[in-house]
């Protein structure tokens, strides 16, 4: 039995999306695909545009076998940080055989050469990185100029780390490396607009102009070059009932989180510094609305989606000594009914629990591991709190929820 596993948001499911899984699927020869997907939360630090069960759903009805929730704590994290996490549960279930990832140059031979640099890094490099953000550098733009000064010979380099997908394909093939995985990993060029394209594309648009799109009122069945039937035909019966959610939707709950907290600053946050922190509390009279505040803490040294990250995790009350380098559990969203085989066999192979119902949770006795999961479950209630309020539904408790199995 071959698996191929993808780590994705599909936020929401498009047709590159639908492209990419279909490419993985035919090139490794899966039997099944498995996704670990972000939950309600996710890396640029904004709220998924609809929920997790609705966006696994949609993964399930357009070619995915089975899709298994990663955990808030790396969902929210920056690319090293989201690919550890995620890289982590696959090693941990113990089945896949491939992970099969999109990238804007598709060169698996390049991506590898700068994965290797950077999974044990040379104290020249170390020390590059370090001197370069001690000038101002943010963190990847350090980590890139350290790279082309120490390795000029390396043709194509800065181009390769100046693109997201290619970033995230790097630290998938990085972690792979440093936890010694027998995972395979392989590529699929990234086809249409880029990852941080705002203008449509037609069929292979971004799903950061597919949000904007929403963001201006436009409507799913406008959008019918850019997503699948199946994705438009939910999101479309979702309209105004559960989608669209925005980063602005939480704004009085983050404003009153900060205002309450002020006196004692936000340090103890993860991905906080004490300079954001204090900037946070310099500028808070002028708070108007999520996006706008983070426009205005903006600096050139703290880029939109750092601070946006900060923020959500001060909102979702994830402190600096909450993170383990590990994930403790598997959260089963959604499946097809045949992937029942796969499901047996994880359970059969994996060294931490498969969660397919709210009772499986009690097998969950570590205590890291529980505040892991409440994590989860909080931040999950919080985004519902939005939904029902928003557009005036009742409130879906996740204890309650089933596994769809479609």
């Known amino acids: 039995m071959k698996i191929t596993a993808i780590i994705a948001e599909y936020n929401p499911f498009h047709k590159g999306h639908e492209y990419q899984l279909m490419h993985a699927k035919e090139s490794t020869g899966a039997d099944y695909i498995l996704v670990i997907m972000s939950g309600d939360f996710t890396q640029r630090g904004e709220p998924a545009v609809i929920d997790k069960y609705t966006r696994a759903k949609m993964a399930v009805m357009n070619g995915a076998d089975l899709v298994i929730e990663l955990p808030l704590y790396y969902a929210t994290g920056s690319a090293e940080y989201f690919a550890k996490g995620a890289i982590s549960l696959l090693q941990k279930l113990g089945v896949v055989n491939y992970l099969a990832f999109g990238s804007e140059c598709g060169d698996m031979g390049s991506l590898t050469k700068i994965a290797d640099l950077l999974a044990f890094p040379s104290d020249k490099l170390t020390e590059s990185i370090s001197s370069y953000i001690k000038t101002g550098m943010t963190f990847p733009k350090a980590r890139m100029t350290a790279l082309c000064d120490l390795y000029p010979d390396e043709p194509g380099m800065a181009e390769i780390l100046s693109s997201p997908n290619n970033i995230l394909g790097i630290e998938y093939i990085k972690a792979l490396k440093q936890l010694n995985s027998d995972i395979i990993p392989f590529t699929t060029k990234r086809k249409g607009a880029g990852y941080n394209d705002s203008a449509l594309f037609g069929d292979y648009a971004s799903a950061l102009s597919i949000r904007e799109a929403f963001d201006r009122g436009l409507t799913p069945d406008l959008l019918n070059k850019e997503l699948p039937k199946a994705s438009l035909d939910i999101l479309s019966a979702e309209q105004g009932k559960s989608f669209p959610v925005t980063l602005n939707d939480f704004s009085d709950m983050l404003l009153y989180k900060l205002m309450s907290e002020r006196h004692i600053g936000f340090a103890s946050y993860f991905d906080v510094t004490k300079d954001l922190s204090d900037r946070i509390c310099n500028h808070l009279e002028q708070y108007k609305n999520p996006r706008s505040f983070i426009e205005l803490l903006k600096t050139k040294e703290l880029t ?52 397919t119902r709210f009772s499986d949770t009690k097998s969950i006795t570590d205590p890291v591991a529980q505040n892991q999961l409440l994590s989860d479950m909080n931040a999950d209630a919080l985004y519902q709190a939005v939904v029902s309020q928003k557009f005036n539904t009742e409130f879906r408790n996740e204890n309650k929820r089933r596994i769809l199995f479609l």
Do not use: F, W
């Not at 009350?317 to 009914?337: H, M, W």
């Open 304 to 355: 939109y989606t750092r601070i946006s990250r900060a923020l959500l995790h001060i909102l979702l009350n994830i402190k600096e000594t909450d993170i383990d380098s590990q994930p403790y559990y598997g959260r089963v969203l959604a499946a097809k009914k045949e992937s029942l085989p796969l499901i047996s066999m994880i359970t059969k192979t994996s060294c931490i629990p498969l969660i």
